[in-house]
């Protein structure tokens, strides 16, 4: 069916769309907190769509992933406790499980039906669920950073777009700044929280300005661009420690079997990160 002509189309901004050819919808709900599809395609595999936005696909997960989770958990002396913010998906927990360091890996996401979809469409992510090192708790994020005692050596907040066309779902609440200072108040002092931080192209004025927020709270905030083709080309992740420098070498040896992630490449992310990478929008020149 790969000649059919249904097309999936996201919008990036008013200007900017991107749309796939699509051989098969496998899946659409309407779930307490937002549209859940799932598709088959045949340039990149099945698809996993959010409020008709693109969460991952087959062919480059990898990519994100491996670049969300692997620089912070190399870079920090000792990581042992875990927290994953959203990412019902699985991909971070699969690249977090990889360290046999690691005591407890919590992942807590609104969305219960993005977890349960991802174990049956996407089983290649959801492998680290059966790790007994993880813990999956459906429920609302925010409310759990307020309320817990438990403190974290890395929180990583894999998390839907809270800004840019369209609905804007649960993210909403992982911006707020009780939401920011809740974060820091769980990390442990040498504790680093790394987070998706949008498109550098199309959101540029929103990661400025988040950015600019994490520096309020945090010495070390550094952003890192990374190739994610489903994601419009380039997407940003963004560091932010009390005491770890994103820029330090890395000395602890990546796991086997990585795709995308060496440190090299990461000390390039950054590099790119710190470029005003895109100019003036036309109206702005
Ligand atoms: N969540 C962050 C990616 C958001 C992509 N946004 C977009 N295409 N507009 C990824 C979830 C994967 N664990």
Redesign the pocket.
């Known amino acids: 069916m790969t000649d059919s002509e249904l097309w999936y189309t ?1 919008y ?1 901004t008013e200007h900017v769309r991107f749309s796939y050819r699509v051989s098969k919808l496998l899946l659409r709900k309407q779930t307490k907190f937002q549209l859940l599809e799932i598709l088959e395609t045949p340039e990149f595999g099945r698809l ?1 769509l959010l409020d008709g ?4 696909t087959q062919r480059d ?1 990898h990519v ?2 491996e670049m ?1 989770i692997h620089p912070a958990m190399l870079a920090h002396p000792l990581p042992k406790r875990i927290l994953v913010v ?4 699985g ?2 927990i699969r690249e977090i499980v990889k360290y046999p360091f690691v005591e407890c890996a919590l992942l807590v996401d609104i969305d219960g039906e993005v977890i349960e979809a991802s174990k049956e469409f996407f089983p290649e992510l959801t492998s680290g669920f059966a790790d007994p090192r993880v813990e999956l708790k459906v429920g609302d994020a925010a409310e759990f950073v307020k309320d817990t005692d438990e403190r974290f050596d890395i929180c990583f907040i ?4 809270p800004v ?1 066309p369209g609905p804007v779902g649960p993210a909403q609440a992982l911006i707020t700044d009780e939401f920011l200072d809740n974060v820091k108040a769980i990390l442990a002092d040498d504790g680093i929280m790394v987070v ?1 931080s ?2 550098p192209v199309y959101e540029i004025d929103y990661l400025k300005t988040y950015t600019s927020r994490l520096k309020e709270r945090y010495p070390h905030v550094a952003t890192y661009v990374i190739m ?1 083709p ?3 080309g380039l ?1 940003s992740l963004t560091w932010a420690s009390k005491t770890i420098d994103p820029s330090i070498e890395i000395t602890r040896k990546p796991p086997k079997g990585l795709k995308y992630f060496t440190p090299e490449l990461f000390g390039a992310a950054l590099q790119m990160g710190k470029l005003d990478l895109w100019g003036a929008r036309p109206h702005q020149l």
Do not use: I, P
């Not at 936005?53 to 991952?56: A, I, Q, R, S, T």
């Not at 959203?86 to 998906?89: N, Q």
């Not at 894999?158 to 777009?161: A, Y």
């Open positions: 996201e990036y996993m936005k693109v969460m991952l997960e994100y992933h969300l959203g990412g019902g998906d991909g971070s894999d998390c839907t777009d840019g998706q949008e498109s994610v489903s994601y419009a997407w």
